[in-house]
């Protein structure tokens, strides 16, 4: 069935590291990929979205390319701040799905 | 635009008590889904509906009921609490399928003791 995988955390770096959380997914056909972030005590909010195969998503200096090859959809960020410290959540949908599908999420703390 | 609200914000219930959490949005979305997501642990479909007077189950139904009779409004029923239904509960909706993504709510934070 369809899935996304996300590498497990906590990741813990230092403010101003490089950053990158890996996610595959199992699928068939082409979905639209995303991630979303949350920060505590808070709901999730989209980051970024890729619709097709080689698009790269980006926003807030976060980027994640939509690589069919290797069914793979990277988030990086060349220089991390505290303030990017939240759980962040790779996931997957259908042109016709009422649902997304979502990865366990990765929680990232970023140290001063 | 509010977006998607949700209330209360924070309630405690006594084991066999029974609740409404509330769940709004004014984006004139079709689409609408509950969560759980308890601590440390990623998001859990409940239920979930394409559209007004339409209801579907997800991955963890038991123990909650919903109804969709607007546009706007997804309310989540529990009947009979259980400890086991301790978590924090997000509603969300999205417009269509697709690449659509979905606009969450701030959650509602549930002890059941």
């Known amino acids: 069935g369809n899935s996304v995988t996300q590498m497990e955390g906590p990741v813990t770096l230092s403010e101003e590291a490089f950053l990158t959380i890996n996610c595959t997914y199992t699928a068939t056909g082409y979905p639209s990929l995303f991630w979303y972030v949350q920060y505590p005590g808070e709901g999730l909010q989209l980051l970024l979205k890729a619709t097709k195969a080689d698009d790269k998503g980006s926003n807030k200096g976060f980027e994640a390319t939509y690589r069919k090859e290797t069914t793979s959809f990277h988030l990086e960020k060349g220089s991390v701040q505290v303030s990017d410290s939240a759980v962040y959540f790779c996931?997957?949908?259908?042109?016709?799905?009422?649902?997304?599908?979502f990865g366990s999420g990765t929680r990232l703390s970023i140290r001063p | 635009n509010a977006g998607v609200t949700q209330t209360p914000k924070f309630r405690i219930l006594k084991i066999g008590q029974s609740m409404t959490l509330q769940c709004t949005q004014d984006m004139n979305h079709n689409y609408m889904y509950w969560y759980r997501q308890d601590p440390g642990m990623g998001l859990k479909l409940i239920y979930y509906?394409?559209?007004?007077?339409?209801?579907d189950k997800g991955e963890v139904p038991n123990g909650y009921n919903v109804s969709r009779s607007t546009t706007e409004d997804f309310p989540l029923r529990l009947e009979l609490a259980a400890p086991s239904q301790t978590s924090v509960y997000f509603c969300?909706?999205?417009?269509?399928?697709?690449?659509?993504?979905?606009?969450f709510g701030p959650g509602t934070r549930l002890t059941v003791t």
């Open positions: 969300a909706s999205s417009p269509q399928a697709g690449e659509y993504e979905q606009y």
């Open positions: 509906s394409v559209g007004a007077g339409i209801t």
């Open positions: 996931a997957l949908r259908y042109s016709s799905a009422s649902k997304i599908i």
